[in-house]
């Protein structure tokens, strides 16, 4: 087995390196046939060109250097598709227009055969596919790199929809990944690509696609957002049929509705636009700012109208994820955004930063803050709020300050979803959307009841140090009075000596604080409670006492020092 993948992953080798070589003839022709600026072409240069289009077999092209780079990928297959896609939220590493084009690449590509489908079915449920489920539509709802779509039935009648993987793709991508892995290696080697950290994109890249081709993890993120939004009618999640479903076979909910970019449909259907535009934009805010598990993919097939007022979400298998300390400091970066206050908002994203060896952080503040003027003083429809976040990025990477890798691909759910709510609303501005609902966020987060939850996730810790209080202070202070525990201080010749008593003025203060502290709190305190003074109601006068003899030992240990 290992000789045959050896012998795969080099003929695979071969073929990126002939598509890659083919791409570089064409680029060099261009350089030659297409010189910057006014100047022109000698006869020379366009014998030579003619000669090598001759040899190459080219055809003249008006393609330009990116569109030769974009078809060079789609040549190379889903695997360099994909990388193409993720390349396309990278300005950081790409010029813009090589990222613009790298957009247009489609994951659409012809069907398998249907006896195909039937095969993955059957391997993977180890059953005739007639027993598995009653009825399979032949013709695909759609074809896309890694799998296809069909509406089926099950046993019970029930319609779902069943994703099913290429067959020979997981082994394709791996393999097209250890020979990005082994490229890498050598171009992290030059210094002005180390910058780029290539390496380390690769291995994100190689990530993302392993979870997206296991459909057992897509299963598990629609359970994940059908949990998060349960308490939300006007968002849905398809629901995941588990007998159904294995790492090549997703069986889920068949969800009917209309596409955000049938227009006209929705005219006749009577479907407010812009209500439901808002509910998708809340939706995402939600996903960010509020749970940190998101939809890395919102684009118009990926989004259903569900009725007049519902949005489904589809295919969900790309997804980011932000820890705790992302999302608050991504939310109140938002937030202050949002609101204008803008130095603030740099303050907050400066946390999120990672510097690089050669990081320049006033570089990037001032960047950042010229590019947070720009979009304020520009309408949403000129620059949006995803596209401010990718470039903030972007300014972070060029001074080597570097994101938490799923930043990047908010930024892409923001932007795809500002796009698929200008389909709906034209007018859409997704910062003043952003408003009320930040509000709520922010009131939220401030509320007693969130503390009183923080705090309650560490009442055991602080109920068993209370527990042991008693027990560990006899103990510490019997071991002071034995002397098994003693304290140097370290003394300057200049200083005066202190006396033995003074220097255990602090450590009495600190032992009559916690004994305090301890019969303040405990509800089996002996001795009466104090009921005559207002603001100390309810304290038990031994409490009081050793709080007053904690304040006296202070007092004490500062007179000694002076």
């Known amino acids: 087995m290992a000789v045959i993948r050896f012998y795969n992953d080099v003929r695979r080798a071969m073929q990126i390196l002939r598509i890659l070589f083919d791409l570089s003839i064409d680029l060099m022709i261009m350089k030659i046939a297409q010189p910057k600026g006014l100047a022109r072409v000698g006869i020379g240069k366009r014998v030579f060109v003619g000669f090598l289009r001759i040899i190459f077999r080219r055809q003249k092209s008006a393609l330009s250097y990116p569109a030769h780079f974009r078809r060079a990928l789609e040549r190379l297959g889903p695997t360099f598709v994909k990388l193409g896609q993720a390349l396309s939220l990278r300005d950081d590493m790409l010029p ?37 489920f009653k009825e399979i539509e032949k013709e695909p709802v759609a074809a896309a790199s890694l799998a296809q779509t069909h509406l089926a039935k099950l046993r019970s009648g029930q319609r779902v929809i069943i994703k099913v993987q290429r ?87 068949f969800i009917d509705g209309v596409s955000p970019t049938e227009h006209q449909k929705l005219k006749r259907l009577g479907i407010d636009a812009k209500k439901v535009a808002k509910i998708a934009a809340e939706a995402v805010l939600q996903m960010l700012f509020i749970d940190g598990f998101f939809h890395g993919d919102p684009h118009p097939n990926n989004i259903i109208i569900v009725g007049r007022s519902k949005v489904a979400w589809i295919d969900l298998g790309i997804t980011g994820t932000f820890s705790d300390h992302v999302r608050k400091e ?33 570089t990037f503040q001032k960047e950042l803050a010229e590019e947070i003027k720009k979009w304020a003083s520009s309408t949403s429809k000129e620059y949006s709020m995803g596209r401010l976040i990718l470039e903030t990025v972007n300014i972070g990477a060029r001074n080597q300050l570097y994101f938490p890798r799923d930043l990047l691909l908010s930024s892409k759910a923001i932007m795809a979803l500002e796009a698929v709510g200008r389909n709906l609303d034209p007018d859409l501005n997704m910062a003043e959307i952003s408003k009320p609902y930040l509000e709520k966020i922010f009131l939220s987060e401030m509320s007693p009841l969130k503390w009183g939850k923080a705090i309650a996730t560490t009442l055991p810790d602080y109920i068993d ?98």
């Not at 659409?108 to 993955?120: G, M, R």
């Not at 359970?223 to 849905?236: A, G, I, Q, T, Y």
Request: net charge negative; hydrophobic share 45%; glycine share 4%.
């Open 96 to 132: 813009t227009r090589f990222t613009r084009e790298l957009q247009k690449l489609q994951a659409e590509v012809p069907a398998i055969p249907f006896s195909d489908v039937i095969a993955v079915i059957e391997s993977q449920f180890g059953m005739p596919a007639q027993m598995v």
């Open 330 to 362: 991504m939310f109140l970066y938002y937030y202050y955004m949002v609101h204008g206050e803008y130095e603030q908002a740099v303050q907050y994203f400066m946390k999120l930063v990672t510097p690089g060896p050669k990081a320049d952080p006033e």
């Open 167 to 253: 067959p020979g793709i997981r082994q394709l991508m791996i393999s097209d990944i250890n020979i990005m892995r082994r490229v890498v290696a050598i171009l992290q080697k030059f210094p002005f690509v180390q910058n780029y950290r290539p390496s380390e994109f690769v291995e994100e890249f190689a990530d993302y696609t392993m979870r997206e081709l296991d459909f057992t993890q897509e299963g598990k993120n629609a359970d994940k957002f059908r949990e998060n939004f349960k308490e939300n009618r006007s968002v849905l999640f398809p629901r995941i049929y588990w007998d159904y479903t294995t790492p090549m076979v997703l069986t889920m909910e």
């Open 465 to 562: 140090f209370l527990e042991s209080l008693p027990q560990n202070l006899i103990k510490t202070l019997n071991m002071f009075a034995s002397g098994k525990i003693r304290v140097e201080l370290a003394e300057n010749s200049q200083e005066e000596k202190v006396s033995p008593t003074a220097r255990s003025y602090p450590y009495l203060s600190a032992a009559s604080l916690l004994a305090a502290t301890f019969f303040a709190i405990s509800e089996n305190t002996p001795g009466p409670v104090i009921d005559n003074i207002p603001f100390l109601a309810g304290m038990p006068y031994l409490a009081a006492g050793f709080f007053l003899l904690s304040g006296i030992f202070l007092f004490l240990a500062n007179r000694s020092k002076s």
